[in-house]
């Protein structure tokens, strides 16, 4: 067994991990009732770290659940996750026999892979997208992480990070705002140690924030910084083009102490929130798994999806289409070209995954050969 590199997570009690009723009557309704509930705080190969009411333990999973999980990412444990687990009183491992159902998961197309999920998060609340004020802001890639995380019925907010190395942040974010729609738009500096209480106003015992964002934006500074100690590993950015390192190798989920966030007058709790620190990505292809109906680009363009309302034909696609709103808005100067061609790339993405996601399940009822193994790793 590995060392523990944990050895700072304090014990906490189930509910502020996040448990709760719908869970509880979720375990009562699997195949095990009398196992014990936990959730995923990492996940190393076949090895996973849980957070227990007893506090931290190992645990692998059962053959059969890694044997019906078997060329299904989505149906493997992963940070953040809640599942039911048989301790082994005798001090070894425990055995994870059943994963609980998520109420929120953020999944995009696997790096590399064109039609296999990853999982980034699960069970998260709030997700902070994280930009940082000294790399050049990519509207695109922002749109991306907002349809992302609406369409897993996760809450997002910008957090535009390292406001300490520009003198007037707010051009930055009132462009974050734009795009920003209901989300909140936060402007902090994890080395300035600016911009605590915003930050934690969306924290609270009980949620799950996780930190997503490309490398070298600061994620794990910002952890850091909110719990207090150097826990996460952080790395400099190459001089040479800002970009960072991909120095966070692995989705962790770490309790965040209350003494680390005082709030005078609330509950006796230990732990002020959960936070989930995650690997930077270079691209966050979503992916858009029951729901094929789009409600997370709806919501990111919605202004366009207003204007859309008024074009001629119900299904037009806002190119050559007569009578197309669109096109006249952006002729007016009333709608962004780029926010259009923007709109008409996801949606065509989304598109592209369901036609190829309906031939993959007509392969698959066709055929009984063996799942394509799932590699690790990340970019
Ligand atoms: N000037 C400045 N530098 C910061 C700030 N926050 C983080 N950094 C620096 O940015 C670099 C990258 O920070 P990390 O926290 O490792 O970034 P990350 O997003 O976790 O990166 P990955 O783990 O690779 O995804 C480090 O050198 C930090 O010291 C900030 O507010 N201001
Ligand atoms: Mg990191
Ligand atoms: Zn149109």
Known sequence: MPNDPHPAIPIVSLEE??????LAASLRATQRPECVP???????????RVLGERGPLWAELSGRLRHDSRGQPLARPAAGDWVALE???GGGMATI?????????????AAGRRTAPQLLAANVDVIFVVTSCNQELNPRRVERYLTAVRDGGARPALVLNKSDLVGDPAPLRARLRELAGDAPVLTVSARARDGAAELAALLAPGRTVALVGSSGVGKSTIINWLIGHERQATGEIREADDKGRHTTTHRELIPLPRRALERAGGPALTIAGVLLDTPGIRELQPWTDES???AGIQETFAELDAIARRCRFGDCGHGREPGCAVRRAVKSGALAADRVASYRKL???SRDRAERKRGRSRREHSSTGRAPRHSGRES
């Open 38 to 48: 936990a959730r995923v705080a990492v996940v190393y190969q076949d090895r996973l």
């Open 97 to 109: 026999h059943e994963l609980l159902p998520r109420r929120t998961q953020l999944v995009r197309q």
């Open 347 to 349: 949606a065509q993405e």
């Open 87 to 89: 301790r082994n009183e």
């Open 292 to 294: 094929e109906d789009d």
């Open 17 to 22: 991990l996040g448990w709760d009723d719908r």
